[in-house]
């Protein structure tokens, strides 16, 4: 009887270490299909803003200028979803959803052009002015993709009268100012300061991004962020309620928060300027 009871207790132990390992395999196995989902998810965003950018590229070389945007509050089934706002006012885009003050919340960088202010509108990706299926006004994570314009860029010829000075790096147009994020956090002085054209995908956690929504208009997705600088992409607070829009974006890799899930800055942004909309090689 002592040793039945033995072999007993020796066979109860092994199936512990088993059920242990095979919790430990399994936790490991689900960890690393979440971080291939990210990577999946962000390598389709980026190829799908590849997608846009070649377009507004090409829509550029017809047209010599670049679309309004479209209003980001439709839902997909109506005919104002994907449609360029464009005011009698020639490319002034005044239905667009957000247009910039007239002045900007932080002048400490010395590159700011006051003239430019008031000049940036924003909304959805016009999918039917660029000729693009609807699935393209949306990030991986079904989020609208945030398209941001300097509104002189969309009049009639723009292109023409705004053309390439000589020694003029970023060229004679652009008011969509661009920042890095510094080591301790905080936003950096400007990459550019005269982007004629900005794209967010809200990421990840898609803060302040517009959903995707068949039956009824489009609102905001609420993670709860309280990183700042996706609260400056989005312009938006903690809660996804709007704040002042204005001509700041911030381009930054994606970072952990420092205390918390929702301190995450996930955010994908990219801009060109007017001296890089002269090639296609300069789009990537």
């Known amino acids: 009887m002592l040793q039945k009871s033995s072999t007993s207790a020796f066979t109860l132990m092994e199936l512990s270490l088993v059920l242990l390992v095979l919790g430990i395999l399994a936790a490991a196995t689900l960890r690393y299909t979440f971080a291939l989902t990210d990577s999946n998810n962000n390598a389709a965003t980026n190829a799908s803003m590849d997608v846009v950018e070649t377009a507004l590229f090409n829509y550029m070389l017809v047209n010599n200028r670049l679309p309004c945007p479209a209003d980001i509050t439709q839902a997909e089934n109506t005919a104002a979803f994907g449609t360029e706002i464009e005011a009698l006012a020639d490319g002034k885009c005044t239905g667009a959803n957000f247009l910039n003050s007239s002045t900007d919340p932080d002048h400490a960088d010395a590159l700011y052009d006051a003239a430019t202010a008031s000049k940036v509108a924003a909304g959805a990706i016009p999918t039917k002015a660029l000729k693009l299926a609807d699935k393209y006004a949306y990030d991986a994570w079904g989020r609208k993709i945030l398209y941001a314009v300097d509104i002189r860029i969309t009049a009639s010829n723009a292109f023409l009268t705004y053309p390439i000075t000589a020694g003029t790096a970023n060229g004679t147009i652009g008011a969509i100012v661009v920042k890095p994020v510094s080591a301790t956090g905080t936003l950096a002085s400007a990459i550019t300061y005269k982007a004629v054209y900005g794209l967010v995908s809200f990421g990840k956690n898609g803060h302040g991004g517009y959903v995707r929504n068949l039956g009824a208009t489009s609102t905001r997705y609420n993670w709860g962020s309280t990183n700042t600088n996706e609260q400056k992409n989005c312009h938006c607070n903690s809660s996804a309620t709007a704040t002042a829009f204005d001509r ?30 002269t090639s296609p090689a300069l789009l990537q």
């Open 248 to 277: 700041i974006f911030v381009q930054h890799t994606k970072t952990a928060g420092s205390t918390t899930l929702t301190d995450t800055f996930d955010d994908i942004m990219r801009y060109k300027t007017r001296v890089q909309m």
